[in-house]
């Protein structure tokens, strides 16, 4: 089964890492990256630019709005994601939490609906 795994950060506490430590948590992602890919568990794995950078659009009527970000309401902002293949809860949780940025933030682990069309 598919597990998407959804890293926040705090607003209140980005830019608080050094230099060093920011490198430092770069280099625990990479390395994460290759061990999951070494063991057949990643599908995907990104990082995100800055809230400032995003645009929220809304259809509201059949009128599209766009909004310069970061306009979504919450105190946390999706920094990044992994799409992992667990073959189940508990491995994905077990997955989940060698996630390096679990340490400074929040993930969020949930299950990917596999839809497919109706015949």
Same mark, same amino acid.
């Given at each position: 089964?598919?597990?998407?795994?959804?890293?926040? /950060?705090? @607003?209140?506490?980005?830019? $608080?890492?050094? !230099?060093? *430590?920011?490198? *430092? %948590?770069?280099?625990?992602? #990479?390395?994460?990256? +290759?061990?999951?890919?070494?063991?057949?568990?990643?599908?995907?794995?990104?990082?995100?630019?800055?809230?400032?950078?995003?645009?929220?659009? &809304?259809? &509201? /009527?059949?009128? =599209?709005?766009?909004?310069?970000?970061?306009?979504? +309401?919450?105190? *946390?902002? =999706?920094?990044? #994601?992994?799409?992992? *293949?667990? !073959?189940?809860?508990?491995? @994905?949780? +077990?997955? $989940? @939490? &060698?996630? !390096?940025?679990?340490? #400074?933030?929040?993930?969020? %682990? &949930?299950?990917?609906?596999? %839809?497919? %069309?109706?015949?």
């Amino acid at each position: 089964m598919r597990y998407i795994c959804l890293i926040y /950060n705090s @607003a209140d506490t980005d830019g $608080t890492l050094t !230099p060093d *430590e920011t490198d *430092e %948590l770069v280099k625990a992602h #990479f390395a994460f990256d +290759e061990e999951l890919r070494r063991e057949g568990i990643m599908i995907h794995a990104d990082a995100l630019e800055m809230p400032d950078q995003a645009t929220v659009l &809304r259809v &509201r /009527n059949s009128t =599209l709005s766009a909004t310069d970000g970061p306009y979504v +309401e919450t105190k *946390e902002h =999706l920094a990044g #994601f992994y799409v992992i *293949e667990a !073959p189940d809860m508990t491995k @994905a949780k +077990e997955i $989940t @939490a &060698r996630i !390096p940025s679990v340490r #400074f933030g929040a993930v969020e %682990l &949930r299950p990917v609906k596999m %839809l497919t %069309l109706p015949d």
